[in-house]
């Protein structure tokens, strides 16, 4: 499944010519990195669990910026996400073990920093609710109101 899902998700960013491009093709290199970091012995339980809560937002329909009903752009939270979980993780357990599962161009934390610091210049404040509704943070309010106050910023 990994594969043909992340060749779909390739395929779709391939084409899209939109704003934030060069955020939104990084999609399927960060699927990729949680696919494969999710099966390193390395990782601890906690780190396994932002792996697995970043794989299920990034396929799942019903996160904020829906790919189904904005196609490719939707997979700017997803990428945000991704990133934010490889950056936990290349800071605790180190980089080069998220490195040896990057297939980027540039370093993956190169990218990483670059990813977040545009989500935070874009979102600010706003990106740690997208972080709660996909369970990477822990939540401080309710999720609902969260996710309906996320879709007013970033829609």
Avoid at 14 to 35: E, H, N, S, W
Avoid at 98 to 113: K, M, N, P, Q, Y
Wanted: hydrophobic residues 45%; contains cysteine.
């Amino acid at each position: 499944m990994p594969s043909a899902y992340l060749q779909s998700v390739k395929d779709q960013v391939a084409k899209y010519a939109g704003t934030l491009r060069d955020v939104i093709i990084l999609a399927p290199v960060y699927g990729m990195l949680m696919f494969t970091l999710m099966r390193d012995p390395r990782l601890t339980q906690r780190q396994r669990l932002l792996v697995d809560a970043a794989i299920a937002y990034l396929v799942s329909p019903d996160d904020v910026i829906p790919e189904d009903e904005v196609g490719p752009y939707g997979y700017l939270d997803d990428v945000f996400c991704c990133a934010y979980v490889a950056h936990r993780i290349g800071e605790e357990l180190g980089w080069d073990v998220v490195e040896e599962h990057w297939t980027g161009d540039r370093s993956a934390l190169e990218v990483s920093r670059a990813v977040l610091a545009r989500e935070q210049e874009m979102l600010g404040d706003a990106g740690d609710d997208i972080l709660r509704f996909a369970g990477l943070l822990e939540s401080t309010a309710d999720p609902e109101a969260n996710a309906a106050r996320i879709a007013l910023e970033v829609g």
